[in-house]
Every structure is written in C-alpha cells, then in structure tokens.
C-alpha cells in the first residue's frame, strides 16, 4: 500500500517524549521527512537513531534543540524547515505542559490550576502559528493538538482530581476550532485527538491509569501505535475532509 505521508515534511514539537517516539516512527514508516524538536538534545538524538534503525529505506529524522514557548525560536525553527526542506506540511505539538493533577480544586494552588492552562496555550499558539503562517503561503497543511479530552467530559474527584486539565484541554480545543475556520480557505487543517491513559512501559502511573479501563467502552487503555495511526492518517490526503475536528482516541474513556 502507498505510504500515508509519502514526501510530507513533519514537525513534531515533544518529539522525544514516550508518544513523540511512537509519533515520529510511525512518521517516518510512513513516508513523512521528520523534523524532531524538544529540549534536550541527547534524549531527540537517541530517537533519531531508534527510528532511523526501525525504518529500513528511511530518511534519518533531523534533530533540533528548541523551546516551544519561545515565539523567536519557534519561527526561526520553522523557517530553518522550510529553507531545507521546501515546505512544512504536518506540525504536531506533543509537549508537556506540567498538569498537576491529584489534588481537588479546594485544595489546589492557584499557580498549580493554572499551569497547564497557561503553558499549553502558549505553546499550541505559538508553534501553531509558526507552521500555519507557512503553510498558507504553501496552500495546504496540517496542524495537530493533543488534549485527553476532559475539557468537555468530567471526571469525578472521587475517581482522580483533574485539576486545570479539563480547562487546558477546552481552551486547546476552542483555539483549534477557531484557527481552522481562519486558515481553512487557503487550504490548511486543524485537528485534536483525544487521549487518556496510554499504555506506556514502566509507567508509574499506571495503577491510577488503570481505574480508566474499567470507564472506557473498549475496556482497555489506548495504545501509543493507536494513536500514532490515528495521527498519521488525519495529516495523510486521506484524511483531507477532516478539519476544525477532534478525533477520540482514548477507546471510549469519554465521548462526544
């Protein structure tokens, strides 16, 4: 079958992160030129290696040190993309934003709630920003944001306190919606995937995560290859009906 992102250049913001591993491999099997981002420069380059080894044929992912908060050095990054590799046709941010979770709202500090709220918002605006303002002038692309869904379904505290998560992931959400109906007619996409509770290796919370098995409709957390699919198949053509959307991909945990 042909490759789902044959030829795409594709920017994956947290790339050294557990899901940005499984993002990049599943990129870059299926064709995708990737362009690996995040804070430390050891942890991107053992991924680089991990995904070159796995993908026999492939291009190596490209490596750069940037920090998704900075505006200056998100758009120089962007511009680095595009003046190597022509254009900048995925963009996925998959940072973390430092939620504090665990403590019901009565409890919880003020900086505490609003950490996620404030990092991720910044962080999906300026990296969105950064890709959107070239892929217009390209006319096509696609932008991904990631939230667990909690910004419209809730969980009970008695279950596990969410803190400023469920904010953080609407305000994520509503920002998506409104840039794809901005960048929409000159040809770029916005999408959410939803996801809660992944299966990771050596996950220390997985005894917490494992209670959300019991909510879900599938009876079992999702996978990192799950989403990563799910993920390659929006930014794919094939997926080109789909904008201004989210996309759950947390076995039924919550619904819409």
Do not use: C
């Not at 190597?84 to 941010?93: C, E, F, H, L, T």
């Not at 609003?114 to 217009?136: D, K």
């Not at 998560?165 to 509503?174: F, L, N, V, Y």
């Not at 789909?242 to 991909?249: C, F, K, Q």
């Amino acid at each position: 079958m042909p490759q789902l992102l044959e030829n795409k250049n594709a920017i994956i913001y947290g790339g050294a992160g557990r899901i940005g591993q499984g993002v990049a491999l599943t990129f870059a099997r299926e064709g995708a030129n990737v362009f690996l981002v995040g804070r430390t420069a050891a942890s991107l380059q053992t991924v680089a290696d991990e995904t070159a080894a796995k993908t026999p044929g492939g291009s190596r992912p490209h490596v750069a040190v940037v920090d998704a908060l900075s505006e200056q050095a998100v758009e120089d990054h962007a511009r680095s993309v595009v003046d190597q590799a022509g254009s900048i046709d995925v963009s996925i941010n998959l940072t973390t934003r430092g939620d504090v979770q665990g403590t019901r709202l009565l409890d919880m500090d003020v900086e505490d709630f609003l950490q996620p709220i404030t990092t991720g918002s910044r962080s999906n605006f300026i990296t969105a920003r950064a890709a959107a303002r070239h892929m217009v002038k390209h006319g096509s692309g696609v932008i991904l944001m990631i939230t667990s869904g909690s910004g419209e379904a809730w969980t009970p505290p008695e279950v596990w306190p969410m803190g400023g998560t469920g904010p953080a992931d609407a305000a994520t959400e509503s920002f998506m919606r409104y840039l794809a109906a901005e960048v929409g007619p000159r040809g770029v996409r916005t999408a959410g995937l939803w996801t809660a509770g992944v299966v990771l290796e050596n996950d220390p919370l997985d005894a917490a995560k494992d209670m959300l098995a019991g909510m879900s409709m599938l009876r079992k957390r999702p996978t990192i290859q799950q989403f990563a699919d799910t993920a390659a198949f929006i930014a794919s053509d094939r997926g080109s009906g789909i904008t201004a959307s989210v996309i759950n991909v947390n076995s039924g945990i919550s619904a819409r």
